[in-house]
């Protein structure tokens, strides 16, 4: 079989120290950090839309890198684009996948013949995986948003053919992606509504919500974790399914990326990241690679604290700026966001060994552990309590004591750079 990299040798791990740019400065694969192995602890996946097929296409202009991968008819590229991203997620040590069905494989005349093209790359697939057993697929999703057939939406379309499309498609992108071992498969509301979902009854067990505010369209009904929540709560969804945050959809929603995934956490349905990040002065989705070492500190300060991905990962949901455009530029772009997030794996290990944040936050509210703060939590306090109480006590401005964020934020600071 053909290399399509053949410049690009394994990636290694070199340490802070090497100035090898084909090298892992922080990623070290088989290094036990706060109890597994970095690996474990990260799961990376390679997002096929934007590795594979995305070529750099934007309002002003066409592609600038060659997503061909040598071949012109739809049949052969979709073969190659696999050898390519085995290749690739060798080479990187990258261990999962993500795919939305249209990735593999594209359109053809009919639904008919477009899902025997797909079975065709999936059993390719399935090949592969059983010659590397080492590669898994972490989820699949169907691109129910890109054919004019879905301009007024799939599972929100006012055409109930559209809709009945719609189901069809997703049944077909849930079935290949049981067939390839997929630990789960999200559903992501852009253009799609997620009606499709409650009226087939497709729900698997392993099912995650992706929240995104706006853009394909200016008002998304699944614009963050928290009203994502209330609608799986409203439909007795909330048990069924999981969050899938990207942290470019967070700052959209004009929330940090931490904020969405403490949201998850505290209700129990934190589920898999779309790693990337957005620019700050732009309002759209970006998915840029993440590089931001406070925001991935953050972010795997809350996935250790919610016990580690059980079906999760991190999904490299982010694609190499059109001006980078060279096959060397995916593997910069990828160790780059994968070092960005083994530092904020170390980095949020040792903020949870160093103590000092989980300690503040503990004092903070040791007034709830014991008296009338115990007797609040355990519902034993009425209203008339809490009066004879607050009349007995007087002020009590007293209790409190300072916030001290300006002091948190340099113990954050004294963490990270004394790694
Ligand atoms: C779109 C987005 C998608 C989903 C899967 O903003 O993030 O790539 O992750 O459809
Ligand atoms: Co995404």
Not at 30 to 54: C, I, N, R, Y
Not at 311 to 317: E, R, T, V, W, Y
Request: aromatic share 12%; net charge negative; charged share 25%.
């Amino acid at each position: 079989m053909a290399e399509f990299f053949s410049s690009i040798p394994v990636i290694k791990y070199e340490g802070a120290g090497s100035t090898n740019p084909l090298a892992f400065k922080y990623y070290n694969a088989d290094e036990v950090v706060a109890g597994k192995p970095m690996k474990e602890q990260l799961k990376f996946a390679l997002s096929w839309w934007h590795t594979m097929g995305g070529d750099g296409t934007d309002m002003f202009g066409v592609g600038t890198a060659d997503k061909t991968w040598g071949e012109s008819s739809p049949e052969a590229r979709a073969k190659a684009k696999v050898d390519a991203a085995f290749e690739i997620m060798t080479k990187l040590g990258i261990e999962y996948f993500c795919f939305h069905d249209r990735d593999l494989s594209p359109e053809y005349g009919s639904l008919a013949e477009t899902n025997a093209k797909l079975d065709e790359v999936t059993d390719y697939i399935a090949e592969k995986m059983k010659a590397d057993p080492t590669k898994k697929l972490l989820w699949g999703t169907a691109k129910c948003f890109d054919h004019p057939r879905f301009m007024h939406g799939a599972g929100t379309s006012p055409s109930a053919d559209v809709f009945a499309f719609t189901a069809a498609q997703i049944k077909k992108a849930v079935e290949a992606t049981v067939k390839l071992g997929g630990k789960g498969y999200v559903f992501w509301g852009g253009r799609e509504g997620y009606e499709t979902l409650l009226n087939t009854n497709m729900a698997l067990e392993l099912d995650n919500i992706e929240p995104k505010p706006k853009e394909p369209t200016k008002h998304q009904y699944d614009f963050d974790t928290a009203t994502v929540l209330g609608f799986l709560r409203k439909y007795g969804l909330d048990k069924d399914f999981k969050m899938n945050i990207e942290a470019n959809h967070a700052t959209l929603a004009m929330h940090t990326f931490q904020h969405e995934l403490r949201v998850a956490r505290d209700n129990g349905v934190f589920g898999s990241i779309d790693a990337n990040q957005g620019d700050m002065l732009l309002g759209w989705d970006t998915d840029q690679f993440p590089t931001n070492v406070y925001d991935t500190a953050l972010c795997m300060y809350e996935v250790l604290k919610a016990g580690g991905f059980v079906n999760g990962g991190l999904n490299f949901d982010a694609k190499a700026r059109r001006g980078s455009f060279t096959p060397e530029d995916i593997f910069h772009s990828y160790i780059a966001g994968m070092d960005a997030f083994a530092l904020g794996l170390r980095i949020a290990d040792k903020m949870i060994s160093d103590g000092r944040l989980d300690k503040f936050v503990e004092d903070r509210y040791a007034s709830w552990n014991t008296g009338i703060g115990a007797d609040i939590i355990a519902g034993k306090a009425t209203m008339a309590d809490l009066e004879k109480y607050a009349l007995e006590k007087g002020e009590v401005l007293d209790s409190l004591s300072s916030g001290r964020q300006e002091m948190l934020e340099s113990i954050l600071n004294n963490i990270m750079f004394s790694l």
